[in-house]
C-alpha cells in the first residue's frame, strides 16, 4: 500500500506541451517501467488551454473539483461529474472559456491492452529532447529537422521517441469517454455493514477496471480492496495507521486490503485499473 496526504504536496508547472497554462499537485505514482504504471495528480487548468483532438495508448479517470472540463463534442465534465477516457479513444478537442478554468483530479494508468504508461520524468525529459529538432504548438509537434513525422499529436510524439518505434494504438473498446454524473446515482449499502454505502458507476473492461464512491459513516469501520488509486473527498478518519483527511489518497494492489475507521462521514473515490498480472514490461519499453 501506499498513502500520500495531498495537502503537503508542491503545485508546479506542467503539461507545457500543450498550449496553455496548467499547474500540477503531483500525487501518487505506480512503478515505473511495469504494464500497470499510473500517476495521479490534480491539475489546474486555466482559461487559454487548449489540447486538439487525439487519442491515447493509455487510460484516464477525470474527476472534477471545481470548474468545468470542456471536450467540445464529446461534451462538459463540470464540478463532482467522473470521465473515463479508455485507451484508443478519441476525445476533444479540450478548451477552456476564457473566463473559466478547471481543477480536476486526474489518474493516467497502463490500460488493458497492457500498453504501459510513461512516467513524468520520462515526459519530460523527451520533451526537451524533442525540442532540438522542432517546437511543440497547440498540444502537437512540428519536427523542423530530423528524421520522422513532421506533425504528431504531441503525447505519441513523445511516446515513440521514448520507445523508438511507431505507436500502435490498441482497437478502442468503447467508442466514446464514458461521462457520469454521481448525483444521478443512488447509495447501496455494502454487504455486511450497516453504516457503509457505495454508488458503483460502472465495471468498464474485461479486465475489471471499475469506479465507485464508498461513504463511511461516523464510528464506521470497513475494509476497502481491489487494484485501485482512493482518494478522499471529505472527512476524517484512519486508512490502515495513516491519517485519512481531505486529499488523502491511497493505493491498494491486487490482493491488497486496508482498513478505514471513520471519525466523521468519510466519502472515497475509488478508481480501480485493470488487472494486468502477468504481463511485464521494461522500463520505458511497454509493448503497443
Not at 526537451?128 to 505519441?156: A, H, I, P, Y
Amino acid at each position: 500500500m501506499k498513502v500520500s496526504q495531498g495537502d503537503e504536496r508542491p503545485v508546479v508547472r506542467a503539461l507545457q506541451f500543450r498550449a496553455g497554462t496548467t499547474h500540477l499537485r503531483h500525487l501518487m505514482d505506480g512503478e515505473v517501467g511495469t504494464r500497470g504504471n499510473f500517476m495521479l495528480g490534480i491539475w489546474k487548468s486555466e482559461g487559454d488551454f487548449f489540447s486538439p483532438r487525439h487519442r491515447h495508448n493509455f487510460e484516464q479517470y477525470r474527476y472534477v473539483l471545481d470548474g468545468e472540463l470542456n471536450y467540445n463534442r464529446n461534451g462538459k465534465l463540470t464540478k463532482g461529474m467522473l470521465g473515463y477516457f479508455p485507451e484508443g479513444v478519441m476525445y476533444g478537442p479540450q478548451s477552456q472559456d476564457p473566463d473559466k478554468f478547471s481543477l480536476a483530479l486526474i489518474l493516467q494508468f497502463g490500460g488493458t491492452s497492457g500498453s504501459g504508461f510513461l512516467s513524468q520524468p520520462e515526459v519530460d525529459a523527451a520533451e526537451g529532447e524533442l525540442k532540438k529538432f522542432g517546437e511543440f504548438k497547440k498540444g502537437v509537434f512540428r519536427r523542423t529537422s530530423g528524421t520522422g513525422k513532421k506533425n504528431m499529436d504531441g503525447m505519441q510524439a513523445i511516446w515513440e521517441h521514448v520507445n523508438g518505434r511507431p505507436m500502435v494504438y490498441p482497437k478502442p473498446r468503447l467508442i466514446n469517454p464514458a461521462f457520469m454524473d454521481p448525483t444521478h446515482y443512488e447509495w447501496s449499502k455494502v454487504d455486511g455493514t450497516s453504516n457503509v454505502a457505495e454508488k458503483l458507476f460502472a465495471v468498464f473492461s474485461d479486465r475489471g477496471a471499475e469506479a465507485r464512491i464508498v461513504r463511511f459513516e461516523a464510528d464506521a469501520r470497513h475494509a476497502l480492496r481491489g487494484r485501485a488509486v482512493y482518494y478522499t473527498l471529505s472527512g476524517k478518519g484512519t486508512v490502515g495507521s495513516e491519517p485519512l483527511r481531505a486529499m488523502t489518497s491511497f493505493y491498494l494492489d491486487a490482493g491488497e486490503s486496508v482498513e478505514i475507521a471513520a471519525q466523521e462521514t468519510v466519502e472515497i473515490l475509488q478508481l480501480g485499473m485493470p488487472k494486468l498480472s502477468g504481463m511485464t514490461a521494461s522500463a520505458g519499453q511497454a509493448a503497443a
